[in-house]
């Protein structure tokens, strides 16, 4: 049985920083490119970053490009989400996603095959 979890979520002030985890379980991990969503209220889901099987090639949202980073350690089988200088706009569950295919970032959320369950990321004014 596959599993995503993620963590790290929690409640900060503009400016600060936060780290997210995303643990895969049951799945080879290495086949797997990975991206994070974010959802907030009332709001559909948005592509947030995207990362390539082997960790080679990034992509992100505009909104985040330049304060969020996303990297991957195939080993422990983690992808994780560096977030900084933390917005009140970036607050939102925060999802990990995982998809087969190579060679192409998939901005939609049904182009993903696992999903993890969210973790709240809060950033207060």
């Known amino acids: 049985q596959v599993g995503l979890v993620e963590s790290g979520g929690g409640l900060v002030q503009a400016g600060d920083s936060l780290r997210l985890s995303c643990a895969a379980s049951?799945?080879?991990?290495?086949?797997?490119?990975m991206g994070w969503f974010r959802q907030a209220p009332g709001k559909e889901r948005e592509f947030v970053t995207h990362?390539?099987?082997?960790?080679?090639?990034?992509d992100y949202a505009g909104s985040v490009k330049g304060r969020f980073t996303i990297s991957r350690d195939n080993a422990k089988k983690t992808v994780y989400l560096e977030m900084n200088s933390l917005k009140p706009e970036d607050t939102a569950v925060y999802y990990c996603a995982a998809h087969l295919n190579s060679g192409f970032t998939p901005l939609r959320a049904r182009q993903y095959k696992y999903w993890g369950q969210g973790t709240q990321v809060t950033v207060s004014s």
């Open positions: 049951g799945l080879t991990f290495s086949d797997y490119a």
């Open positions: 990362i390539s099987q082997t960790g080679s090639t990034t």
